[in-house]
């Protein structure tokens, strides 16, 4: 069962302090978000026999088509933004690990020639000092890495910072904490994936 195909007549409702650009952004962030499905490492994959290939967002006016396209593209960066962050979320910490982070990263910046990607090694972070990280990081087997991604622009305006933690399990001394929800300390890397994701 299931339909391939679905139209999606959302974007037509109004809602106060939004036009309908904002609305098929919003839409397409909540259409991926609910056909996202997490399932590289199951054993046992189940693939829908009929799955949605198609959503038709219908707009009120012919007029607004351009910026509704651009609305729509606007929703589709977002939402693989979304994807990714959860996607580096569920995979488990011998997949996700550091090495693992730095080379997504590296593999975002290979994507558009705005981006450049620096990894610093244990090594040039003894050099610069950073004693906070490195001991977090001795509490695990993998080499710690500390990814800078930049996105490059000529815009002549102070740039924007994000930073975001991304110790991945198996570090931080989990011997001294509960047992109770430890697996959700996979998640501790979550920050560093909203910042690749974003």
């Known amino acids: 069962g299931g339909s391939m195909e679905a139209v999606f007549y959302l974007p037509e409702l109004a809602i106060k302090g939004h036009n309908t650009q904002w609305n098929i952004t919003q839409a397409v962030i909540a259409a991926e978000n609910a056909v996202y499905l997490y399932n590289e490492t199951k054993s046992k994959q189940n693939p829908a026999r009929r799955p949605l290939r198609k959503i038709v967002l219908i707009i009120p006016s012919r007029r607004e088509l351009t910026a509704c396209e651009n609305a729509l593209k606007i929703g589709q960066a977002i939402a693989n933004g979304m994807m990714l962050a959860k996607h580096l979320g569920n995979l488990p910490p011998n997949i996700c690990t550091p090495e693992f982070l730095a080379n997504r990263a590296q593999q975002i910046a290979e994507t558009n020639s705005k981006f450049s990607c620096e990894i610093l090694e244990e090594a040039d972070m003894q050099a610069l000092g950073m004693g906070a990280l490195l001991s977090v990081a001795r509490g695990s087997r993998q080499p710690p890495k500390l990814i800078v991604l930049k996105y490059n622009t000529s815009l002549e305006k102070p740039p924007i910072v994000l930073v975001g933690k991304g110790i ?31």
């Open 168 to 198: 991945t399990f198996d570090a931080g001394g989990i011997s001294i904490k509960p047992a109770a929800n430890m697996d959700e300390m996979k998640f501790d890397m979550c920050g560093a994936a909203a910042v690749l994701a974003t």
